[in-house]
């Protein structure tokens, strides 16, 4: 995908969504200095054009009982089966993420589970693809940062950006 052309209404948009999607086409007017019209054709042109791909829900993940975060870091040996071994993996459902890397990893992997035993299930699942070597878990202790959004705006625009949310909570 080419890189879309924004100006900086557009990103002031992107921004006010991606930190709360149910925000209404008329408070977000309010925050760009737009009609609630201007806005929402904005809107719509920007998910015509791929740049906003979906709307979603955040979720407790300890409201579930899930409670432990682990990062898995996987090498397999790169062979005839390596390519759908490796798909094979990141379509697992208890895979938050999965991400290729280059290095001495072939995949770095994020889940959230609700015990012990759970990510030992998952891990031997991960472990019997033909292709997996090894692999190294890392248990999260605390979440610094997570599900930050997307760094959006223009550089100018960032200090009023954080001083509007810090003032919004």
Not at 116 to 135: K, Y
Not at 137 to 158: C, D, F, G, S, Y
Request: with cysteine; aromatic share 4%.
């Amino acid at each position: 995908m080419m890189t879309a052309q924004l100006d900086d209404i557009d990103r002031q948009i992107l921004d006010l969504l991606q930190r709360d999607a149910r925000m209404t086409n008329a408070a977000i007017a309010t925050e760009v200095g737009l009609t609630a019209p201007s806005v929402f054709e904005r809107i719509r042109k920007l998910e015509q054009r791929g740049v906003i791909c979906g709307y979603t829900i955040k979720i407790d993940p300890a409201a579930l009982g899930k409670t432990m975060t682990a990062f898995i870091r996987v090498t397999a040996a790169f062979d005839e089966k390596y390519d759908a071994g490796l798909a094979a993996i990141s379509q697992d459902a208890d895979i938050l993420e999965c991400y290729g890397v280059a290095g001495e990893d072939c995949l770095i992997i994020k889940t959230v589970v609700c015990d012990p035993g759970e990510l030992n299930a998952l891990l031997n699942r991960i472990r019997g693809h033909v292709s997996v070597q090894h692999s190294v878990t890392m248990i999260a202790l605390r979440a610094l940062k997570e599900n930050a959004p997307l760094n959006v705006l223009p550089k100018a625009e960032q200090p009023a950006a954080a001083k509007r949310a810090r003032t919004k909570q």
